[in-house]
Structures are given as structure tokens and as C-alpha cells.
């Protein structure tokens, strides 16, 4: 989707305030010792401004975090094949819109653990992605329950999760290989456990 030059604008300010925001509490001690002026005057604008784009500095935190590429979400709803085969991939796409931001999603992570109200916009951003995922995963296959679109919803985003805190930490080097480290995981313990579970004890 090509962007007009007017959002354009608008979406380098948002980075530019989140920027300010993030440095701000990082050499303040941290977010509770940053006020809107602060934020306000380092990113160049004025607090009236500053509400224009976010109502607090929490959110400002967050900045623009991404949804799911829409069109990810339409081929993983349409797809034919085995859901396993089509869901690595729409979860590569999701994360490589966040393959150039390691230094601020440690930033937010930080935040995150230090700050309450920044912690609950997370888990609520997560809950509307686990909500996406279930969406999308209730067309693709209408037959199963809907508590089974929410699980895969969220073992998908515990999964992602995984793959974003390898990389973030730098243990691996980029988001494909931290993917295909979690993928691995989460598969070795899938395996682990049902291996040897007899089928009876597996149905619902």
C-alpha cells in the first residue's frame, strides 16, 4: 500500500515522539520521571501537538505497533493445505515488518517491566492480535470449535513471542533464524508430550 505524503508526515512524527519518549525514560530513570513537556520538547513539538498523535506517554511508548499483513491474513484464511505448512510463513511475514527495530523493542520491553500501564497496552495489543489470528483462523477451518482457533491463535503469538525475545536479545542473529530456533522448540515439545500419549488420552 502506497502512503500518501501527508501520512507519510504523520507516521515520521509518531516515530520521531516515540523516539523521545523511549530516550527520555532511559536517561530519566525511567518512565514515571518523564512528563508530555519533556517528550513535547525533545521531539520538536508542542504538548497540544503531542495529543494530536497520542493521549498519553504510555502509548507513545508503544508507538505504531503492526497488525498482521492483511494480505498474510487473507492467504492464511483462504489456504487448502495443511494449516502447519501455510502458518510459518504468515508468521515470517508478520515479524519482518519489525526487522529493523531491535533497539526499540527492547526499549518497549524494558518498559514494559518496569511500568504497569505500559505492561497492560501490551497484553491488550496481544489480545487484539490473539483476537485477529482467531478470526482468521475460524475461516479457514469452520468446522473446528472456536476454543480451538483461540488455542492456535495464541500458540502462534507465544511462538512469535519466542522468536521476537531470541532475537531481541541478540541470541539470534536475525528473526528468521529466531523463528526457526522457536518453531523448533515448540514442535520438540509438542513431540515430547504426545509421542507417547495414548490416543484415548488425546481426545477430547
Sequence with gaps: M???????RRRQTE???????LDLAR???????VTVEAIAERAGIS???????????????????????????ETLRTGQGALVADLKPFLEAHLAQIEDDRST??????LGRSSGRVKLLLDRFLMERTDDLSDCLSGRLPDLPPRRHRLLAEW?????GDAI??????ESKDLSTALQRAWEDHAAVADMLFDSVPPRIRQP
Design 156 to 160: 502462534a503469538l507465544r511462538l512469535s
Design 47 to 73: 504538548p497540544r501537538t503531542f495529543f494530536n498523535y497520542y493521549p498519553h506517554k504510555e502509548a507513545a511508548v508503544l508507538g505504531r505497533p503492526p497488525g498482521f499483513p492483511p494480505e498474510a491474513l
Design 15 to 21: 516515530r520521531e515522539i516515540q523516539a523521545a519518549t
Design 105 to 110: 523493542l527492547n526499549a518497549i520491553f524494558d
Design 2 to 8: 502506497t502512503l500518501s505524503l501527508r501520512e507519510r
Design 165 to 170: 525475545g531470541h532475537w531481541a536479545s541478540g
Design 27 to 33: 536517561t530519566e530513570g525511567g518512565l514515571d520521571s
